[in-house]
């Protein structure tokens, strides 16, 4: 099958397109054939090694899993033994490695559940990893309620148009975090206030906030806390800059948030999100309902996945990049 690998750390021209044997599904297994899969910060951090320390979980001299991507939507092709839940024909979506391919094998019983019936195949490529985040963050560390303040910085990235849709569905008062471009755009999807950074600096506003879900990772421990309410929660979840090269990234900031979560009423949490079947099914509810819609910036045929993923990397992107295949 055709796949989107890479042998060496390095900017985008290191991915190209390759044959490599397809996957066969083993017991309890299913085997995909990819229609769509969309690009995530994750694949730049890998195709990169960057931050330097996570080399040590993404492989020390070059990746140990040689095909990049993480989500997709598509058909089943095939069951391995004692498989029930699926059969082949049945349109799915999910989250595993190696998923810039025709075709990919994933555990029946892992991150993998039935398409939203009113999504494309692009459209459900775009929520698994940017979705499951979102949901996390505010649902599982946060426990958002009605009522609550709750202010996301990088409302209008992959995560963030996800994560003010769920805010919103959830009954909170949300204000979205963004550039001049996507001001409109986050208040589309439901922000009662936008603050364009470029603008207006959210940590000096005056305002306070019950929640803050940081996805950018750009400001200070002490500006993001500056504007919680004294028992208010402090997300941390990614961030970084794609110019490469840098030790600890994103990595740095949550670790000294884990430090100082120790002596401060407020809490300070670095969200570690875990793809799983029953967050999928949430989502998928969430989206057929009409709550939640994934948003596409732009799309790029199969051949053109490391331009995608430079799309992305380089801070072009507004919510979701996907791949066709």
């Not at 349109?91 to 075709?103: H, L, Q, R």
């Not at 879900?213 to 500006?223: C, E, T």
């Not at 941390?236 to 401060?264: E, H, M, N, T």
Request: proline share 4%; charged share 20%; net charge positive.
């Amino acid at each position: 099958m055709k796949a989107i690998v890479q042998d060496r750390y390095g900017p985008s021209d290191v991915l190209r397109l390759s044959e490599v044997d397809a996957p066969v599904p083993a017991a309890g297994e299913v085997l995909v054939r990819v229609h769509a899969a969309s690009v995530n910060a994750r694949d730049w951090h890998v195709m990169r090694g960057d931050p330097y320390v996570a080399r040590m979980a993404f492989g020390l001299g070059a990746p140990k899993v040689r095909v990049r991507g993480t989500d997709f939507a598509g058909r089943v092709e095939a069951v391995g033994d004692g498989v029930t839940r699926f059969a082949p024909g049945d349109e799915v979506f999910g989250e595993v490695d190696a998923a810039f391919a025709e075709y990919v094998r994933v555990p029946a019983a892992g991150a993998v559940d039935r398409k939203p019936a009113n999504l494309t195949f692009e459209q459900a490529a775009a929520v698994p990893l940017a979705g499951n985040t979102a949901l996390m963050g505010l649902r599982d560390a946060a426990g958002v309620r009605a009522g609550q303040r709750v202010l996301i910085n990088g409302a209008s990235g992959g995560v963030g148009t996800f994560a003010v849709q769920l805010a919103k569905a959830s009954g909170a008062v949300v204000t979205g975090v963004c550039s001049t471009r996507n001001v409109d755009l986050v208040r589309s999807l439901g922000a009662d206030r936008v603050v364009d950074y470029t603008r207006e600096d959210f940590t000096r506003g005056g305002g306070t906030y019950d929640v803050v879900f940081d996805l950018v990772g750009n400001r200070s421990l002490a500006d993001c806390r500056r504007v919680l309410t004294p028992t208010g929660t402090l997300v941390l979840s990614g961030g970084g800059v794609s110019g490469g090269g840098s030790l600890l990234g994103p990595i740095g900031l949550i670790a000294r948030g884990r430090l100082v979560a120790r002596f401060v009423r407020q809490r300070v949490l670095a969200l570690t999100a875990v793809p799983c079947r029953e967050n999928l099914a949430t989502l998928r509810e969430l989206i057929e309902s009409g709550a939640v819609t994934p948003v596409i910036d732009r799309t790029f045929p199969f051949g053109e996945a490391a331009e995608a993923v430079r799309y992305l990397e380089m801070d072009h992107a507004r919510a979701k990049v996907v791949i066709t295949v």
